[in-house]
């Protein structure tokens, strides 16, 4: 990193560990520091300020100003008074909730200090949250109420520490370019009252976007929070069963929804699907019972390893062989760059009693976002077409297997090529097809074990 004032450039963390340990004295450094009559003496400091001028085209930007900092002065003034104001519900106004353990994956903030929720916001961006829940907490519940914490969930996903300004386009960049909160250095802090990138009305508007493009006359459905290894349906309740389960140790879902959550709570309170309903003790989205591979996290005395990934994901398969009619259809959506993610995945649902019929890699991800550039990310999700396996599946010889399998991928493989999917997302595609041969089995041998009685 480079010293905005000197233009020195400091060691990373490991050869200087003054910096991240200064940083964590201020709780990450997102905010200024005042001394008592409001003089800026440490902590964030404002590089530029970005201004737009009605009628003209392009971005102005200048150096700030006493009145610059006076405004997050007073914002803080501010902001104290509202923190002496508890919520009816006896929640704190500014989300205290903890932030999960070091070593989370896709967390790096707790390294800098960040220990609650609320340190990843700045004054100016938890004032103007904390408003917003207040005002829409009071709106008579229905459906304006639910569609205010829509808009609020965007604006939290712009008025975060964590927001890049994109330079070739000279605009704000929301939080979750990716699936990860890492530290961000020069973070752009929005006008949410502003025409600029991030405001306020920009949330309205695509929350009324999608309400525009809605089908008409669609039917209604229903949402209930469940465990997929306890599903509350009977056997042979559904025609379809369609799921896009957790990526193995890619996404922490849980602990990244924290970040929503933590405000639609004090916007919805009370709200049913705004609790853990397996833990009433926690405060948060229910984690001891998600399927991830994170070692830093432990349930009944284990870690969540593969072992732990692999057992609980086919629990849910099996669940779902059973909510399934027999002439049902299961969809399963995946993507990994690992052969372990991906031998976790087929494990789950090899053992939970399907048999893949069909797969195609759809592309589901955004050209040009941020966890594309300078990497091999993969750029289709595969889909893969289940259905219940036969009670009476026959066992399965390997010398067939292998032979079968090089005819039947390759044929894929020149189809695939041919609509334009290439490298990792050709390979990983293929699984599927090797999985149409491989499944149809209830297990599959060679000859060493076929003369063994004991397999049987």
Same mark, same amino acid.
């Given at each position: 990193?480079?010293?905005?004032?000197?233009?020195?450039?400091?060691?990373?963390?490991?050869?200087?560990?003054?910096? /991240?340990?200064?940083?964590?004295?201020?709780?990450?450094?997102?905010?200024?520091?005042?001394?008592?009559?409001?003089?800026?003496?440490?902590?964030?400091?404002?590089?530029?300020?970005?201004?737009?001028?009605?009628?003209?085209?392009?971005?102005?930007?200048?150096?700030?100003?006493?009145?610059?900092?006076?405004?997050?002065?007073?914002?803080?003034?501010?902001?104290?008074?509202?923190?002496?104001?508890?919520?009816?519900?006896?929640?704190?106004?500014?989300?205290?909730?903890?932030?999960?353990?070091?070593?989370?994956?896709?967390?790096?903030?707790?390294?800098?200090?960040?220990?609650?929720?609320?340190?990843?916001?700045?004054?100016?961006?938890?004032?103007?949250?904390?408003?917003?829940?207040? *005002?829409?907490?009071?709106?008579?519940?229905?459906?304006?109420?639910?569609?205010?914490?829509?808009?609020?969930?965007?604006?939290?996903?712009?008025? %975060?520490?964590?927001?890049?300004?994109?330079?070739?386009?000279?605009?704000?960049?929301?939080?979750?370019?990716?699936?990860?909160?890492?530290?961000?250095?020069?973070?752009?802090?929005?006008?949410?009252?502003?025409?600029?990138?991030?405001?306020?009305?920009?949330?309205?508007?695509?929350?009324?976007?999608?309400?525009?493009?809605?089908?008409?006359?669609?039917?209604?459905?229903?949402?209930?929070?469940?465990?997929?290894?306890?599903? /509350?349906?009977?056997?042979?309740?559904?025609?379809?069963?369609?799921?896009?389960?957790?990526?193995?140790?890619?996404?922490?879902?849980?602990?990244?929804?924290?970040?929503?959550?933590?405000?639609?709570?004090?916007?919805?309170?009370? #709200?049913?699907?705004?609790?853990?309903?397996?833990?009433?003790?926690?405060?948060?989205?229910?984690?001891?019972?998600?399927? @991830?591979?994170?070692?830093?996290?432990?349930?009944?005395?284990?870690?969540?390893?593969?072992?732990?990934?692999?057992?609980?994901?086919?629990?849910?398969?099996?669940?779902?062989?059973?909510?399934?009619?027999?002439?049902?259809?299961?969809?399963? @959506?995946?993507?990994?760059?690992?052969?372990?993610?991906?031998?976790?995945?087929?494990?789950?649902?090899?053992?939970?009693?399907?048999?893949?019929?069909?797969?195609?890699?759809?592309?589901?991800?955004?050209?040009?976002?941020?966890?594309?550039?300078?990497?091999?990310? *993969?750029?289709?999700?595969?889909?893969?077409?289940?259905?219940?396996? /036969?009670?009476?599946?026959?066992?399965?010889?390997?010398?067939? @297997?292998?032979?079968?399998?090089?005819? #039947?991928?390759?044929?894929?493989?020149?189809? *695939?090529?041919?609509?334009?999917?290439?490298?990792?997302?050709? @390979?990983?595609?293929?699984?599927?097809?090797?999985?149409?041969?491989? %499944?149809?089995?209830?297990?599959?041998?060679?000859?060493?074990?076929?003369?063994?009685?004991?397999?049987?």
């Amino acid at each position: 990193m480079i010293c905005p004032s000197c233009g020195a450039l400091l060691p990373g963390n490991k050869k200087n560990p003054r910096t /991240p340990a200064q940083l964590a004295a201020q709780r990450g450094g997102t905010d200024v520091v005042f001394d008592e009559q409001g003089n800026r003496k440490g902590g964030g400091l404002l590089l530029a300020v970005v201004t737009i001028k009605p009628g003209e085209r392009g971005r102005r930007y200048r150096l700030p100003t006493e009145q610059d900092y006076m405004a997050v002065w007073k914002a803080r003034q501010r902001l104290q008074e509202v923190m002496m104001q508890p919520l009816p519900n006896s929640l704190s106004p500014v989300p205290d909730e903890p932030l999960p353990p070091i070593g989370t994956l896709g967390f790096r903030v707790q390294r800098y200090g960040m220990h609650q929720w609320a340190d990843l916001f700045t004054v100016r961006q938890k004032l103007a949250l904390v408003t917003l829940t207040k *005002l829409a907490a009071k709106v008579p519940e229905g459906s304006v109420r639910f569609l205010l914490a829509t808009v609020i969930s965007r604006c939290v996903d712009y008025w %975060s520490s964590g927001v890049r300004w994109v330079q070739q386009g000279e605009f704000v960049a929301d939080t979750f370019s990716r699936q990860a909160l890492p530290i961000v250095w020069d973070f752009a802090e929005v006008a949410p009252w502003g025409d600029g990138s991030g405001n306020f009305d920009g949330a309205i508007d695509w929350v009324c976007r999608v309400i525009e493009a809605w089908p008409k006359g669609s039917s209604v459905g229903y949402v209930q929070l469940a465990d997929a290894c306890d599903p /509350p349906l009977p056997g042979e309740a559904a025609d379809l069963w369609f799921t896009d389960p957790p990526y193995y140790d890619a996404v922490p879902y849980a602990d990244l929804s924290d970040f929503f959550f933590i405000w639609l709570k004090r916007t919805l309170p009370g #709200h049913s699907l705004l609790r853990d309903p397996f833990d009433s003790s926690n405060p948060l989205t229910p984690k001891t019972r998600e399927a @991830v591979q994170d070692e830093v996290k432990w349930v009944n005395s284990r870690p969540k390893d593969r072992a732990f990934f692999e057992e609980t994901m086919a629990r849910a398969f099996a669940e779902g062989r059973r909510v399934l009619r027999d002439a049902g259809i299961g969809c399963v @959506v995946f993507a990994h760059k690992t052969t372990e993610g991906w031998e976790a995945l087929l494990s789950g649902i090899i053992r939970g009693g399907w048999v893949v019929t069909g797969s195609w890699p759809i592309a589901t991800e955004r050209p040009g976002r941020l966890r594309e550039q300078n990497s091999a990310a *993969l750029e289709t999700s595969v889909h893969i077409i289940c259905r219940p396996r /036969p009670e009476e599946a026959r066992i399965g010889d390997w010398g067939e @297997v292998f032979r079968e399998l090089p005819r #039947h991928v390759g044929e894929w493989m020149d189809r *695939l090529q041919l609509e334009g999917v290439r490298g990792a997302d050709l @390979v990983f595609a293929c699984i599927g097809p090797a999985l149409e041969i491989y %499944s149809q089995y209830s297990k599959v041998v060679d000859a060493e074990e076929a003369g063994d009685p004991s397999w049987r």
